[in-house]
């Protein structure tokens, strides 16, 4: 065996340190990640030797190794690193290190990365492990497993996880659904294994943005929390284990089918990169993401615009001077970007039919689409256009011409959801066809936008005679997104899969925006965005204003709560304007105009959120990244414990720095009782210090349900 420089080694960054034991020829092992130890080498080896457990009653003879890839041969008892085999054989995988080096690699991004080759000589395979410590503290982890055997080699498997110490108590992850994404649930972190498993071949409305475990009580702005994504958009897993020894790993994989990778010889499979992020509560786990995402290379510095969508204005009824009418009054109020949603295409009257043609239909747009899109062009705004290229209706021209093109087992088709099945992207001709309609139109319509949906979940999804696929197809759309990047790089693509259920890490690697959920109803979206927010920056999280009356729920909102719910995230509006009164449209062109004055802040700031005894009140706010200016929404989202609710904190601000504090907005669910005036400060503005903000807060004016208050702090002698 070689080895390079064999020693306990640390990765620093962002008050984050993640110290690996790299001084045997096992897998090396992180035997902290939290925060910085202080230790010089001789400590942290030290520190390291005092961290390895004693051997248990009825154990095996040697310590227990415990590493980031788990390794069931030296008497790891719970879920295994690797799984694999050649038929059926050669299923003991034995991990040896080879080497270990330190690395400084140019993207900006990356702080320091520890990159570990090993093998299994006897069993004839090679991988390579890396740790990356990220400038924005994010640590992360992905293997490559090699064949270098003379036959194929079988993966079933690959998990990798970061340790936990044992006072962490609790888990908080994320249920959810169509029209109601990230719902946030919590419960004790008890011996065995929790997971999340999202087997939809997307991420999932259901899927675990934030996989998190914290000291017991841990909440926004409080305890130490450790959490985990696994980034990647097809069917994945993410979960924490704990053992009777107390020993926890928190960790992900992709959850493989059946033979998806097979090694042939000189063939290799690389994991996605499982991501950890650990800091002092929720906000401070969710900042680094926020670090992380902003610091991309085609992260978009540009404002980022208001868009109107038309769906629910129009649905599928699409008749141009109708759309041209509603183009007119969007620009009126201040859209920056029109966008023209399903129903442009040949034969598609309703969902029924006509996914995978993507050729305008000329009954409905005799003209095509240019003329629309010269229009809106003309009134200063840009254009962009709704797309769903993995799919196809089995009424359509080219599902009837090309059948061989519906991802399917082989000797069925899978049940149709949406009536719609999912197009094959491994198969060279669909895939042309798809990106040649794209290429072709983002070309003749000049595009600036693509909303990029994905209605379905990946159901007995096979390709090439049955073989699973949705491994294949995953990377199959990232190729596709890649390669139109390439081609066109100031195009901006949103990521839409019925709303929220493809808002992973990986694909933000791709999106410019993320569509959180189908569902524009203000009082679901003030949790919906609340937590999807958690991972996504708001200026990539796109929320709309709807019309009075939500049309996923029935519920009727003032627009000024629909205004606040939205304003806080990348402001859309996706109401029929033409029905608008002259008193709502100038009302909205108002909310309009605020925030594009905030939005310099909203889009830069850091993102905090309140810790309220009362559930019924949310608070998140935005505070500049030198804390001279912050802006802070509290919404009442349902009936309070309190009437008054007492005093709010407002989190993240300079506690040395004395701050203006007033409304940023008129708020029309204010409630008085009996003729006693509102709290002095509401209408005449407080001085007063961060500090007094942050612990003690200020007193509330009491918030009817489904009402929100805006407000907003400049430190004293800051001008707006």
């Known amino acids: ?94 991990l040896s290190t080879r080497s270990v080096e330190l690395q400084a690699p140019s993207d900006p991004r990356i702080q320091t990365r520890l990159v570990t080759t090993l093998a299994d000589q006897a069993l004839e395979i090679d991988a390579e492990l890396i740790i990356d410590l990220l400038t924005s503290g994010l640590v992360r982890t992905r293997l490559t497993v090699r064949n270098a055997g003379a036959s194929p080699y079988t993966v079933d498997a690959v998990r990798l996880g970061f340790p936990v110490p044992t006072r962490a108590g609790e888990v908080l992850d994320f249920a959810g659904r169509h029209m109601r994404e990230a719902q946030a649930q919590r419960h004790a972190l008890t011996v065995g294994t929790h997971a999340r498993e999202g087997r939809h071949g997307r991420t999932g409305h259901d899927a675990s943005l934030l996989y998190a475990v914290g000291t017991d009580g841990f909440g926004f702005r409080h305890g130490e929390v450790w959490a985990a994504q696994t980034a990647w958009s097809g069917n994945h897993r993410t979960f924490v284990e704990r053992q009777t020894n107390g020993r926890t790993i928190l960790g992900g994989e992709e959850i493989l089918l059946p033979g998806e990778v097979e090694l042939a010889t000189g063939a290799e499979y690389t994991t996605p990169w499982i991501y950890g992020s650990y800091g002092e509560g929720i906000d401070g786990v969710g900042r680094r993401f926020h670090q992380h995402l902003r610091a991309r290379d085609r992260h978009r510095a540009t404002p980022r615009p208001v868009v109107l969508n038309t769906w629910e204005a129009v649905y599928f009824d699409h008749q141009p001077d109708a759309v041209f009418e509603l183009a007119t009054k969007a620009a009126g109020v201040g859209v920056e970007r029109f966008v023209l949603d399903d129903g442009w295409f040949l034969g598609r009257r309703s969902k029924q039919s006509g996914l995978g043609d993507w050729t305008v239909d000329r009954s409905i747009w005799p003209d095509g689409l240019l003329p629309l899109a010269e229009h809106v062009r003309g009134l200063g705004m840009e254009f962009g256009l709704w797309f769903e290229p993995e799919m196809i209706n089995p009424e359509s021209d080219a599902a009837r011409a090309n059948p061989e093109w519906i991802l399917s087992p082989g000797h069925r088709q899978p049940p149709t959801s949406r009536y719609q099945q999912v197009l094959d992207l491994q198969n060279p001709a669909a895939y042309a066809h798809v990106k040649d309609a794209i290429v072709g139109l983002v070309r003749e319509l000049d595009l600036a936008f693509i909303k990029w949906d994905h209605n379905r979940d990946l159901t007995d999804a096979g390709h090439d005679g049955g073989r699973a696929a949705v491994h294949g197809q995953t990377l199959a759309f990232y190729r596709l997104l890649d390669e139109l990047h390439a081609e066109f790089p100031d195009l901006e693509i949103e990521s839409c899969s019925s709303g929220g259920a493809r808002a992973d890490l990986e694909v933000l690697e791709r999106a410019d925006r993320i569509w959180a959920s189908d569902c524009i109803d203000a009082h679901e979206r003030q949790r919906i965005d609340l937590w999807t927010s958690v991972t996504v920056p708001p200026e990539l999280l796109g929320s709309h204003i709807g019309s009075s009356i939500a049309h996923a729920t029935k519920r009727r909102h003032a627009l000024s709560y629909r205004a606040m719910t939205a304003l806080m995230s990348n402001l859309g509006i996706e109401w029929d304007l033409r029905e608008a009164s002259p008193e709502e449209l100038e009302a909205l062109r108002g909310w309009v105009a605020l925030y594009k004055q905030l939005r310099p802040l909203l889009h830069t700031g850091d993102v905090v959120r309140g810790d309220h005894p009362d559930p019924a009140l949310s608070i998140r706010g935005v505070v500049a990244q030198d804390r001279a200016d912050a802006l802070f929404s509290v919404a009442a989202v349902a009936t309070g414990v309190g009437a008054p609710p007492g005093a709010v904190t407002l989190p993240g601000l300079d506690p040395a720095a004395l701050y203006d504090v007033s409304a940023a907005a008129p708020a029309d669910g204010v409630l008085q009782y009996n003729g006693h005036p509102l709290p002095a400060w509401w209408s005449t503005g407080v001085r007063t210090t961060g500090e007094a903000l942050g612990h003690a807060g200020i007193q509330l004016p009491a918030l009817a349900p489904d009402h929100a208050l805006l407000i907003r702090a400049t430190r004293a002698g800051e001008e707006d």
């Open 1 to 94: 065996m070689e080895y390079m420089e064999p020693r306990v080694l640390e990765l620093n960054g962002a008050d984050v340190q993640v110290i690996v034991d790299a001084r045997s020829e096992q897998v090396p092992r992180i035997v902290h990640w939290g925060r910085p130890l202080g230790l010089d080498a001789a400590g942290r080896e030290a520190f390291a030797d005092a961290s390895q457990s004693q051997i248990a009653s009825n154990s095996i003879d040697t310590p227990v190794p415990f590493s980031v890839v788990p390794d069931a041969s030296r008497g790891w008892v719970g879920a295994p690193g690797i799984e694999g085999h050649r038929q059926g054989r050669d299923f003991a995988l034995q």
